[in-house]
């Protein structure tokens, strides 16, 4: 007599043969890990995917997880009632296979979804929750059927309800556990975005085919779709074609032509996921276009003098298009320039295209604390230019860092930054001068204009030298002149007492700009 595994006798499934048995959990144990682990894999793509839209910050991935995790969980009782319901394992490559051509489909519809996002003016917070939930909600809750389909279906093989559940929970975390890994450390800087999306739906096609094999219109339908999407995505191109020139561990980086600002070729900006993060003249590098950044290097001269001509030792945090490090070059060639960009790439890329000539810096492709924390010596500037639109490295406001940055700074040093916040309350940048008052006698807020939006980008400076005039003039360059708005910015809206000093503990940097992340011009 064959050797059978009999299920339980209500209901009454047929018995299959041990071997059978056998290879249909390692298929569904299979299957529940692979599809586990593309979930991840689309979970971790999604933030670069959006990050050209709407920049990537810490709403944008609480919109991408929350979305997931709420369609995850759906799924998960969708699939369990459906599995009371009599699902068979047709049914589970149905689900499979609808996952799929959505994510195929996901990729039409990410342009022109991205189009009109930016043309309604939606927030940082609705803009990320509806590209999450538009691409990402669907294939969510589908997969999050097959782990209790799938568990069920294996109970009917295995009587042993722990060790089928237990397994199949495990599985389903170290596949998600591998996905995510993949996806960080190797498929999105190998391939790209667009294909690791376009991937995954054929690998969940793949699943679901076992599943399908017996009914052959369905498979036949299946690959006649599959052919017909290919073909489409072939004529879109563009569904292919990735937003970035690079793709980078951190970011979607552009280089882009600005024929506004000088003949064709002279002129190129760096665009960092959504940002245009730096403009750069190729013909005459102490050229500093974009204001914030002549502003910084107007200021460090205001303080200097003629010592500024004479060199000066500069420590950069955050390299970017390396706009004022050219400048410095060009301008003070007796000058040491030091520069911590975390982005290898993005200093590859100034180099082959915004016109930087990296050997004459020092350059460190690392955390710009940890740089300045490991220098040798003293600067008399450090600059900090590591504020990515409203992503805010908190790490780089602290009083913590504040005193890292005096211990490094020479008794008259500057210290420079930029920060994006709201006006004319801007609470973030009133708690930036606030923790470093802990650390320097002249803690001074700079604006170049009285703006017209909310969204403004203000200078902070820092010293325990001079202090520096009411009014700075531009000495070359585009006319411009900066304003020290400390008292005014200090006395209006929320009173210095009610914001708080930035700690390592405590940096509460996302609620302290809220009025401008849930606004428009967030």
């Known amino acids: 007599m064959t050797d059978t595994i009999t299920p339980p006798p209500d209901p009454p499934w047929p018995a299959l043969p041990a071997a059978a048995a056998r290879r249909a959990l390692w298929g569904y144990t299979a299957t529940v890990f692979f599809s586990s682990a593309l979930l991840l894999v689309l979970e971790i793509v999604a933030g670069r995917l959006v990050a050209p839209y709407v920049g990537v910050s810490l709403y944008t991935w609480t919109s991408i997880i929350g979305v997931i995790l709420a369609g995850l969980s759906l799924g998960n009782w969708l699939g369990g009632v459906w599995a009371d319901s009599g699902a068979t394992g047709r049914s589970v490559g149905w689900v499979l296979a609808a996952g799929g051509l959505y994510c195929l489909a996901s990729l039409t519809l990410l342009d022109p979804l991205g189009a009109t996002v930016q043309q309604n003016g939606l927030s940082l917070l609705s803009a990320s929750f509806t590209f999450a939930a538009a691409l990402f909600f669907v294939p969510a809750a589908l997969i999050g059927v097959v782990t209790p389909l799938l568990t069920t279906l294996a109970l009917r093989l295995d009587p042993r309800a722990g060790h089928v559940v237990g397994r199949m929970h495990a599985l389903a975390a170290l596949g998600s556990i591998a996905g995510t890994f993949a996806a960080g ?12 999306v376009l991937t995954a739906g054929l690998a969940l096609l793949a699943l679901a085919l ?17 052919g017909l999407a290919a073909g489409g995505l072939v004529a879109l191109r563009g569904a292919l074609t990735p937003a970035c020139d690079r793709e980078s561990a ?6 882009v032509e600005q024929p506004e600002l000088a003949p064709p070729g002279a002129a190129r900006g760096l665009v960092l996921d959504h940002l245009l993060h730096g403009i750069n003249d190729l013909a005459e590098p102490d050229l500093l276009i974009a204001p914030y950044v002549h502003g910084l290097d107007e ?29 410095v070059q060009a301008l003070s060639p007796s000058s040491s320039v030091t520069v911590a960009e975390l982005d290898p790439m993005v200093t590859l890329t100034a180099a082959e295209s915004l016109g930087l000539a990296p050997a004459g810096m020092t350059i460190e492709h690392r955390d710009a604390r940890l740089a300045l924390a490991d220098a040798d010596g003293a600067f008399d500037v450090i600059v900090g230019d590591v504020f990515h639109d409203l992503a805010i490295p908190f790490h780089l406001v602290t009083a913590e860092f504040a005193t890292l940055v005096h211990e490094r700074l020479r008794p008259d040093g500057l210290y420079l930054m930029n920060v994006v916040d709201a006006f004319p ?6 708690a930036i ?3 470093l008052e802990t650390q320097f006698r002249h803690v001074d807020i700079w604006m170049d204009r009285v703006p017209d939006a909310e969204r403004v980008t203000f200078i902070v400076t820092a010293s325990n030298g001079p202090r520096l005039p009411k ?17 005014d910015i200090m006395a209006f809206g929320t009173p210095p007492d009610q914001i708080p000093v930035l700690t390592d503990d405590y940096a509460p940097v996302e609620r302290l700009i809220a009025g401008l992340l849930l606004g428009k011009d967030g």
């Open 185 to 196: 450390y190797w498929l999105v800087q190998s391939f790209g975005t667009r294909v690791v």
């Open 210 to 226: 076992p599943f399908l094999r017996r009914n052959r219109p369905a498979v036949l339908g299946l690959v006649a779709v599959v």
């Open 250 to 255: 951190y970011f979607c980086i552009r280089v």
């Open 299 to 327: 200021l460090a001269h205001a303080q200097f003098a003629d010592r500024y001509d004479d060199g000066l030792a500069w420590f950069f945090a955050g390299g970017g298009a390396y706009s004022q490090p050219r400048a």
């Open 425 to 430: 309350d801007p609470r973030l940048i009133k």
């Open 433 to 435: 001068a606030k923790t």
């Open 471 to 487: 009014t700075v003039l531009a000495r070359r360059g585009f006319r411009r002149a900066w304003s020290r708005m400390t008292e």
